[in-house]
């Protein structure tokens, strides 16, 4: 009998939730998109790889630039234009700047992550203190730091071109962990670089929604790790303590060395100064996890998103050889023979820049910008439940043949005129680095060594196809690893000196 009972109410229960799913759907009219199933929604209709490009390819299909489906009972709906992007995101900025609070993120601990912090005063704080070192302002006093950062990289591209990927990724990495945290990483070997890799990885598997059940139903969190389907717990319990080291050992490292008296020049050391001189009526314990979370989310972003954007240079370079050459043959008309460029020779190098600007676009590193509605709304006729997953897709937006004609080719030179200056009517690729107010904050800086870099690399090197041992040339791909964070699959280039330039050190 009470089995019978059990049962009974259950087909009630799922009953009951499809009529009140009927009931919204004929209530209100949503966006279009895959029609989906009572109570599981879309789920057999999610992609597994790419999935920017399903969204996009879903806007087409519907005729729409929005486009709407449901995960369980959640809603989500992705904006495939920029128009779309900038109505919501940045004029309904106090209904669109939150973030889905998500129950892997807190597993994993990457809650720690302030650019994935829920909208209000506990994120405003963290972006008042990041704001105060990396706005675009203050970023010039990285710029030396920098310098001599890409400089090396460009020495230890002369040693060992074949280690290209480990080398750019060893001078995001080791750059910021030295502006940040004042380490002084000498070994491309040192476990620091490998911990942000490991840790990014981890949120570029859990990012998207669909992905965990358990962020779907959060009670499942709560089932023992032996449990059938709860590999989820245990997975995130092996990564959790990656995540979390990655964020505390270089602050433990020089917060102890800061309460010996032992200051050394950073932006963590003028973080902990400012707090301990003045909280501004904050508890002492959230300005520190504010300080931890704001350093360790620095560290993570600067490292890894610039590295793959340089990689997809290099990728570029080999594809699109006359790109290659036109850039070189500019930078020999501005620089003095053997020296390198810096960021004072930006402007007087306006193809470099269009360069710079083509590899965000072409493939961005996050191609979709995952934000929370926190009230009902209403856009284009169609209605936006509160609570719903907003996706912006940077890739379909970057991506918009009205805007950028031809969009898969890489080609800098749409972003300039016919006398070589840059264009005033193509937008700038700003879709990588998000949208609204919660746009990335340090994408000054980003674009600062971004553009050394590149200009460095082309200045310095021919980077060209790699010849196997039977003298074949070896064509790259052009092929991109799936997931949240989406970054080249490995390929070889070769990297030859050009005699322009003296390697003596």
């Known amino acids: 009998m009470p089995m019978l009972f059990s049962a009974t109410f259950l087909a009630v229960l799922l009953l009951s939730l499809a009529f009140l ?60 234009s920029a128009a779309a992007a900038s109505d919501l ?56 730091a920098s310098k001599k950062a890409v400089r090396d990289m460009i020495f230890s591209l002369h040693r060992t071109p074949d280690k290209f990927s480990q080398h750019i990724r060893f001078m995001t990495g080791s750059n910021i962990l030295r502006i940040v945290y004042a380490m002084d990483i000498k070994d491309e070997d040192d476990p620091s670089l490998s911990l942000v890799e490991d840790a990014v990885d981890v949120i570029s598997k859990i990012v998207i929604p669909g992905a965990y059940l358990v962020d779907s139903f959060p009670l499942l969190r709560h089932i023992p790790a032996w449990f059938p389907g709860s590999r989820f717990k245990r997975d995130a319990a092996k990564w959790k303590i990656i995540v979390d080291e990655m964020f505390m050992r270089p602050y433990r490292e020089l917060k102890s060395s800061f309460e010996s008296g032992a200051l050394k020049p950073c932006v963590l050391t003028d973080m902990l100064a400012d707090i301990s001189r003045d909280t501004q009526g904050h508890d002492p314990a959230v300005l520190e996890d504010v300080v931890i979370n704001t350093s360790g989310t620095t560290y993570a972003a600067a490292a890894e998103t610039t590295g793959i954007t340089l990689v997809t240079l290099v990728l570029a370079m080999l594809m699109h050889p006359e790109v290659q050459k036109t850039a070189q043959k500019e930078m020999e008309s501005v620089l003095s023979e053997g020296r390198l460029p810096d960021l004072d020779d930006r402007e007087s190098l306006p193809y470099v820049t269009a360069l710079v600007k083509e590899c965000t ?113 070896v064509e790259p791909t052009g092929e991109y690893l799936p997931g949240g964070i989406s970054s080249p699959a490995p390929f070889k280039a070769a990297f030859k000196a050009r005699s322009a330039l003296d390697f003596a050190e």
Not at 60 to 65: P, T, V
Not at 120 to 141: C, E
Not at 425 to 452: E, K, M, N, Q, S
């Open 89 to 144: 995101f940045e004029k309904r900025s106090k209904i669109y700047s939150d973030k889905p609070e998500t129950t892997m993120l807190h597993l994993t601990g990457w809650n720690r992550n302030w650019g994935l912090i829920k909208y209000g005063d506990y994120w405003r704080l963290h972006r008042r203190v990041f704001h105060q070192y990396f706005r675009s302002t203050n970023v010039y006093a990285y710029h030396s």
């Open 361 to 473: 676009r072409w493939r961005p590193p996050i191609p979709l910008i995952i934000r929370k509605s926190l009230a009902h709304d209403e856009y284009k006729g169609f209605h936006i439940p509160a609570g719903t997953i907003m996706i912006g897709n940077a890739w379909a937006v970057l991506h918009d043949p009205e805007t950028y004609p031809d969009p898969d080719t890489f080609n800098p030179s749409r972003f300039l005129d016919d006398a070589g200056r840059l264009r005033k009517d193509v937008p700038d690729p700003w879709a990588t680095f998000g949208f609204g107010r919660r746009i990335c904050p340090g994408r000054h800086f980003a674009l600062d060594v971004l553009w050394l870099a590149a200009a460095g690399m082309l200045a310095a090197f021919s980077i060209e196809k790699p010849v196997d041992e039977l003298g074949n040339v």
């Open 21 to 80: 799913h009927l009931v919204q759907r004929l209530r209100y009219r949503l966006p279009p998109g895959p029609k989906g199933l009572p109570l599981i929604g879309n789920i057999f209709d999610l992609p597994r790889r790419f999935e920017w490009l399903t969204y996009q390819e879903w806007s087409r299909q519907y005729d729409s630039d929005i486009v709407h489906f449901e995960i369980l009972g959640t809603h989500v709906v992705v904006l495939n």
